[in-house]
């Protein structure tokens, strides 16, 4: 009978195999290199794989991330709750144009240069999850509203309502406004109950504000492991929001919104009284969710969804026993928590700014020199931040690609 261990060594063996026949193809066949970046511009991918990529790069399966997409708006709408999905795991134009055309109502965003992003790109009901502090980010907040009325912010403090207010009156403007309550993380957030309520009270009455409604994110909730003890932690912490909507209802005020959850409790959260998803991971996945665990039971993979996307790495050195080098390090976020996809007995760690390695264990099956690796990244927050776009495949052929936007440097400022 073959183990596990020997099923999975066989099957990498097939694609190193394979990887290795493809890599000694292209020193005789001539691809066209002078002309990559414009037949990229040019939108012209033929006789694009894989293999001719440079790495370390992020490459998306379609078809998974397509599924993805698929279960997320499918489960939503069986379960009467909107997906507002989080852009800052994936930061492009082109993956939120494909979520709002399987029935995304907007997006979330982390910065205010995402939200200028987004909705210069024609995308509504953008809604920014940090308060606007500072006149820069004031004067931007307040600018994009009077430029799209659909867009929203959050605060969670009355003297940035007062700030809002005075910036929004000399813009001669209105913005909407979503309170912040506070859900178990102590990053932000007021507390739920009678202060969340005085705090809308103040949005509501002002000339220069519209009161949307609640936001309450737990990233600790989404990221408790076991379906059960998730379900059981998302009801306790998000109670000081359903005490807050209820008092804000009680009082005469509209709530339009419960804005929050994630990818860990998509199928949770409208039993908890949110209205929205925030959910952003499941487009891609990373080693991070995989562990927490689903409904099925398993505690070893979360498989509600696909892991669609990798980073692709070279072998480029092999001169020690047991380990190999290769262009995966610390400028691409490398970390020991990811994984190799189809061969989980190797373990990742990295040796310096451009170079990172591959261990195994007497007996594993090792990578050769040359061969190419795609490995799942921990944590897509940070991961996507360090590249500037997506090679999109079908099997090994590459069919698009799209770029990574909104980051740091010039696109932050």
């Known amino acids: 009978m073959t183990s596990r261990r020997q099923f999975l060594g066989a099957t990498a063996a097939g694609l190193l195999t394979a990887a290795r026949s493809r890599g000694a193809k292209t020193f005789s066949d001539v691809y066209p290199f002078a002309e990559f970046e414009s037949r990229i511009a040019k939108r012209n991918f033929r006789d694009l794989t894989k293999d001719l990529l440079p790495t370390p790069c992020m490459v998306v399966d379609l078809d998974m991330f397509k599924a993805n997409v698929k279960h997320m708006a499918d489960t939503a709408k069986a379960n009467g709750i909107s997906v507002r999905p989080h852009v800052k795991v994936h930061k ?17 965003v982390a910065t205010i240069a995402e939200a200028e992003l987004f909705s210069g790109a024609g995308i509504k009901g953008v809604l920014w999850t940090k308060q606007p502090v ?14 799209d009325p659909t867009f929203m912010f959050v605060v969670d403090d009355a003297q940035v309502v007062d700030w809002v207010e005075e910036a929004a009156a000399a813009h001669n403007t209105k913005v909407k406004i979503v309170v912040s309550v506070y859900a178990g993380m102590a990053r932000q957030g007021i507390e739920g109950g009678k202060p969340a309520l005085e705090l809308a009270q103040k949005v509501s009455s002002s000339k220069r504000m519209t ?38 209802k009680a009082a005469g005020l509209p709530v339009n919104i419960m804005s929050g959850g994630s990818t860990g409790t998509y199928n949770i959260d409208h039993e908890t009284g949110l209205t929205e998803l925030e959910s ?49 390090g610390n400028k691409v976020l490398v970390k020991k928590t990811d ?8 373990e990742v760690g990295t040796q310096g700014a451009e170079y990172g390695y591959v261990k195994w264990g007497d007996g594993d099956k090792a990578p ?3 061969d190419r690796l795609e490995i799942y990244c921990t944590n897509l927050d940070q ?27 010039a696109a932050q400022r």
Do not use: C
């Not at 998730?230 to 804000?248: C, I």
């Not at 499941?282 to 509600?304: A, C, L, P, S, W």
């Not at 994984?339 to 190797?346: F, H, N, Q």
């Open 368 to 370: 050769k020199l040359g």
């Open 339 to 346: 994984e190799v996809k189809g061969m989980p007995w190797l």
């Open 92 to 108: 492009s134009v082109d993956v939120a144009r494909h979520q709002v055309a399987h029935g995304a109502i907007g997006l979330t």
């Open 134 to 147: 500072g006149i820069n980010n004031t004067q931007r907040a307040v600018l994009l509203s009077k430029k």
């Open 211 to 248: 009161f949307e409604g609640f936001m309450a994110y737990s990233g600790r909730a989404a990221h408790t492991k076991g379906f059960e003890a998730r379900k059981k932690f998302s009801m306790e912490v998000l109670s000081g929001v359903r005490e807050s909507r209820d008092l804000a």
């Open 280 to 328: 952003g991971t499941y487009v891609f996945m990373d080693t991070e969710y995989f562990i927490v665990g689903g409904q099925d039971g398993d505690m070893k993979r979360y498989n509600d969804w696909k892991a669609a996307l990798t980073v692709m790495t070279t072998v480029d050195s092999q001169h020690h026993p047991n380990i190999i080098t290769t262009d995966y």
């Open 383 to 409: 991961s996507t931040n360090a590249f500037d776009r997506y090679y999109i495949a079908q099997g090994d052929r590459i069919v698009d690609v799209w770029p990574i936007m909104g980051r740091s440097g």
